[in-house]
């Protein structure tokens, strides 16, 4: 369990690292409140192995970290492969010491389903074999069984998403496609801020007590038991809700049977 990234100044302020904490003593921080983190930054940036190596070397044995891909956003039919190549080099470090959780295919709300845009996942599928692959849709229209069963065939994680209930927005569903890995991400459910094109007021959420505690049960008793272990972050990042919200689900959870 943690939040997607962990490098935000306003975390000092709402008490989440301690008073003037650098942003480069933040990963240390992080790394005494949780057990993974999801790597955002790669979604803008190719991730390079020497700073995944530096990376590595500030979190203590068994930290996992989840790496976000950006290669479904605007894709270059003739250098997406090289992209792709590169991603996987970025990444070799975090693999190579047992530190890699997963990698995140996050699609764009356009994204719609196609069938040269199944292709295009299937190939970027082969391209990134033999890493721990989870993907994310955003549009509705991935919501299909014949989806579901190549994933399942490929062993690759759906992800499930916890968001605001509103038109054209994939889901939340609790099936698990890959009996290795379950991943559960938690984006806020602001309604208003969602479509605003503003970050800070997409993701500026605070759940409830109710809230978190149906996302335990849900969490316990239907993703949990069908796989052997499991992603949950928090992407709620304003004012430090994400990190504060995690804790209390971790909490939560601990209580439930």
Known sequence: MG???YSYGE????????????????????????????????????????A?????????PGFKFSVKLTLTHEVNPKTWTQEAASFRQGVAP?????????????SPPYFQRTQKRLFYLAALAD?????PLAVEFRHPSWVNDKVFYGLEQRQITLVTVDGPRLPHLFPRLSLVTNPKLFYLRLHGRNRQG??????????DYDYCEPELREIGTMTCQEIMPEAETGALF??????????????RLEQIIKTLP
């Open 11 to 50: 975390w000092v302020d709402a008490g989440i690292y301690p008073a003037g904490t650098h942003a480069a003593n933040m990963l240390p921080a992080y790394t005494r409140i949780f057990k993974a983190c999801e790597l955002n930054y790669t979604w803008y940036q190719m991730p390079k192995a020497c």
């Open 234 to 247: 928090f992407n709620n990042h304003v004012r430090g809700q994400a990190p504060k919200n995690c804790l």
């Open 127 to 131: 391209e990134l074999a033999g890493l």
């Open 52 to 60: 995944m190596e530096r990376m590595a070397a500030k979190v203590p």
């Open 3 to 5: 939040t997607s990234g």
């Open 194 to 203: 969602w479509r605003s094109g503003n970050m800070q007021k997409q993701f």
């Open 94 to 106: 975090l693999k190579a010491n047992q530190s890699l959780l997963s990698i995140l295919i996050q």
